[in-house]
């Protein structure tokens, strides 16, 4: 897998090729050794990620694949030493721990989204019309 990493900073990209798949851990581990002299203080975790420059990029767990949080071969990855460079409030998240395991066909409970039985009826209840050729020849009979 074909990856562009941008350093957030100093807008450098460079190209890295990784093993497909490739965990978070493996792209996080990967950079931090490609780095000319990474700080002595700092680990291969202390790389974050962005898909937009934004957001930061979040892995449910290191060894989540980079395919399971929504980056693809060819992707231009931005990154940081700065653990503050991106916001933690990703859309990138582990799809299955945002849903509650529930029944399917059931509707989340959530007070937004209820409606009176009445207000229900309104809101899909169509205009009667009446077809006045049709009213004629009823009327007629």
């Not at 980056?71 to 931005?78: F, H, Q």
């Not at 990703?90 to 529930?102: E, L, M």
Request: proline content about 12%; charged content about 15%.
């Amino acid at each position: 897998m074909k990856m562009r990493l941008r350093n957030y900073e100093s807008k450098e990209t460079q190209r890295i090729q990784l093993p497909s798949p490739c965990s978070f851990l493996q792209l996080q581990e990967t950079l931090f050794a490609s780095l000319p002299s990474p700080p002595p203080h700092l680990s291969p975790s202390s790389v974050c990620f962005s898909l937009n420059a934004k957001d930061q990029l979040l892995a449910p767990s290191p060894h989540t694949s980079l395919q399971y949080i929504g980056v693809a071969s060819g992707d231009l990855i931005y990154f940081s030493l700065n653990p503050n460079a991106f916001s933690a409030n990703s859309p990138t998240q582990d799809p299955q721990s945002a849903t509650v395991a529930q029944d399917p066909n059931q509707m989340p409970e959530s007070s937004n989204n209820q409606e009176t039985p009445g207000e229900e009826l309104n809101q899909f209840q169509e205009p009667i019309l009446i077809d006045p050729e049709i009213s004629q020849e009823t009327q007629g009979t």
